[in-house]
């Protein structure tokens, strides 16, 4: 195999250990760029002390001699990166609200993700230079087909490092792999969760499942309870008007149970519908959760900690804050992220990535490393190291290295002090939270076709990625000012549907009407209306709470509404003559987008709720007419069916 021929030659770069006052010199020779090549740098000289049997160093003793931090992963505001996250897939099994945009995610290509081999190949490298805990996200990494097994190698770096081997997860298939994870080294699981509410849950993910996740958070609890060990945390993304009102049941989780339930802030992702008044802000989870328990108190937080920790007395759990919107931790970082496709990215919220997969794979002609070429590496490896006692370094590590790691040093370096603030960050490219994966596929295929002087490393890509953002920019805006004729204003130009931009929308007051009716083979269902004779009840009054109830809920219904502060609902409904029911809902507020949808929805569901009611003694009904009858406010002013 060609491509493993390569690799014995670079194995060849690497010097053999020499004594020295009874440890192991171990010198790298790392191949630089063509810009290094022209200042070159003397390189780093690692000694490695010779390794003890087993029994005489214990795992603490070697977490405290630890050599000092990797110089590759301190960025210049002298943060410490040793925490790596890893995308394992772009898939998930779930399909929630704030993390799915509507219209789904187009999948990359299986080629373009990063084996299970290279997964490996690049944690090994990342632990090598410091990183002690890494953390398995998607997508839901559960879906991932070799999971467990990827799991098992990633726990057999303990010896050279890691610590921790976490994972993110919505819980519906966690409780059937559970067991193997632990048995891999698992040490703590995030688990999202945004409702206690079976039905709720299927609201906000559009899956059943609920049940599948409350008994993954029971085998946790009894597994630790035999002495697993597992840190089980519980995400909550709290949304305005849609699950605020569960911050107490979540709270009440950690009276008796031994974990902790992180509040999550709203925050930006494409395609997820964010907007500051869906926030609920840190200070107002606060202010709900003091109202019921005055005596919650703040804990002391770890340095890197992402989460504020506060604690209720005589309560087994512990509640945690994430507030990334309204006070960021980027003081104290030391996360870096491996993306599904192999990109690193150095901030959440940041748009910039460099592949770290197209490098790998270099030492493989170019070609996805999968476990074949995976064992001849390291074959080729073994038979380097015989006879070279005290080598620290996993056999996963990649034989280009020396490379990656350049690349890596110089994108930690890049690293800003902090992302963007609240108001620019809601407006920031970003990719969908499904897929803090994948974005700059097509990016890094215009690199690789463009020219090698423009492209060659790092800063080649940036300088390309600025030129294709400046170009795409100038032909957008004027494209937007030659598009002002009509056109459905939810469909992009690519025809994939989109939420209509207000931001730049006035305030002002705004009112719909909307009517339909409801009409009935005959007038036995009046008759039972005026009597209040139905089995079900009082027909009329129960269809408008239905109306006004709908009409608060019409984001959650119709998927790319604008969730508004609506100040008013009213729903008449008037019965005409012996065989209708006329219905007319009016809704308005003080906003920047009309309340149209709201009234429809209003009149809809009181319709529907006459429906449901009478169906028993009429079953010829038909509900007809609906439309708007009004529209008052905004742009286009008053307008009025006849």
């Known amino acids: 195999m060609r491509s493993i021929r390569h690799l014995a030659r670079l194995t060849s770069r690497v010097s053999v250990p020499r004594q020295s006052d009874g440890a192991l010199v171990f010198t790298r020779h790392v ?30 003793d070697r977490i405290r001699d630890a050599k000092p931090f990797s110089d590759f992963l301190t960025d210049t505001f002298h943060r410490q990166h040793d925490y790596l996250r890893i995308s394992v897939t772009e898939r998930c099994n ?14 990359s290509p299986d080629r373009n993700l990063l084996t299970s081999p290279e997964i490996v190949m690049l944690s090994s490298i990342f632990v090598s230079q410091g990183v002690s805990k890494i953390r398995l996200t998607g997508g839901e990494p559960t879906v991932r087909r070799d999971i467990l097994p990827l799991m098992h190698q990633l726990g057999a770096l303990r010896p050279y490092g890691l610590r921790e081997l976490c994972i993110t997860t919505n819980g519906i298939s966690l409780h059937r792999k559970l067991d193997s994870m632990i048995e891999s080294g698992l040490t703590g699981v995030n688990l999202s969760l945004d409702t206690l509410d079976p039905w ?18 029971d085998r946790i609890l009894e597994m630790n309870s035999l002495g697993a060990g597992v840190k089980l945390k519980i995400n909550c993304v709290v949304m305005r008007g849609l699950n605020d009102r569960e911050i107490l049941p979540f709270v009440e989780l950690t009276r008796e149970k031994d ?27 606060l202010d709900v959760i003091r109202g019921k328990y005055p005596d919650l108190h703040k804990v002391r937080d770890e340095k890197n900690d992402t989460s504020k920790t506060w604690k209720i007395p005589g309560f087994a759990g512990r509640l945690g ?45 170019g070609d996805p490393i999968d476990e074949e070429a995976f064992e001849a590496m390291k074959q080729i490896e073994m038979n380097r190291r015989q006879g070279l006692a005290g080598t620290e370094l996993p056999l996963g590590v990649a034989p280009n290295e020396a490379e990656l790691l350049d690349v890596i040093r110089i994108a930690v370096k890049g690293k800003k002090a902090k992302h963007a603030g609240l108001g620019e960050l809601e407006h920031m490219k970003n990719r969908p939270m499904i897929l803090i994966a994948r974005q700059l596929i097509s990016r890094a295929m215009l690199w690789s076709s463009a020219s090698p002087a423009a492209t060659s490393g790092y800063f080649g890509q940036q300088q390309q990625l600025r030129r294709l953002s400046s170009s795409r920019s100038l032909r957008n805006d004027k494209e937007d000012k030659n598009q002002r004729t009509a056109r459905l204003t939810h469909v992009s130009e690519s025809g994939s549907a989109h939420m209509v931009n207000i931001s730049e929308k006035q305030v002002t007051s705004r009112v719909a009407t909307a009517a339909c009716a409801v009409h009935f083979s005959d007038d ?4 039972l209306i005026r009597e209040n004779q139905m089995k079900k009840g009082d027909v009329l009054g129960v269809a408008r709470v239905a109306g006004i109830m709908a009409a608060k809920r019409t984001p959650d219904l119709i998927p790319l509404c604008h969730p508004i502060a609506i100040s008013r609902v009213s729903v008449d409904l008037e019965v005409a003559g012996n065989r209708q029911i006329e219905i007319r809902a009016t809704v308005s507020c003080d906003g920047k987008t009309g309340v149209e949808m709201e009234a429809l929805t209003a009149a809809s569901s009181a319709a529907l709720t006459v429906y449901d009611m009478c169906k028993a003694v009429d079953k010829g009904m038909k509900i007809e007419g609906l439309r708007v009858v009004l529209k008052d406010g905004g742009k286009s002013g008053r307008w009025e069916m006849p």
């Open 31 to 60: 191949a630089s760029s063509s810009a290094a090549a022209e200042q070159p740098e003397p390189q780093p000289t690692h000694t490695i002390p010779p390794p003890p049997p087993p029994s005489v160093l214990s795992r603490r």
């Open 94 to 107: 779930l399909r929630c609200l704030y993390c799915m945009p509507e219209e789904g995610v187009p999948l």
């Open 200 to 217: 709720q849950f299927q609201i906000m993910t559009r899956r059943k499942g609920f049940d599948a996740v409350q008994k993954s958070i």
């Open 259 to 285: 974990l902790e339930v992180r509040f999550i802030e709203y925050m930006p992702f494409d395609g997820n519908k964010w907007s500051k008044g869906k926030m609920f802000s840190y200070n107002e989870m």
């Open 321 to 365: 804050f994430i507030t990334s919107m309204t006070h960021n931790f980027c003081g104290t970082c030391n996360r870096l992220r491996i993306t599904s496709d192999g990109n690193l990215k150095v901030c959440l919220f940041g748009n910039a990535e460099v592949s770290l997969r197209d490098i790998l794979r270099k030492s493989n002609s």
């Open 524 to 527: 036995t269902a009046i008759k």
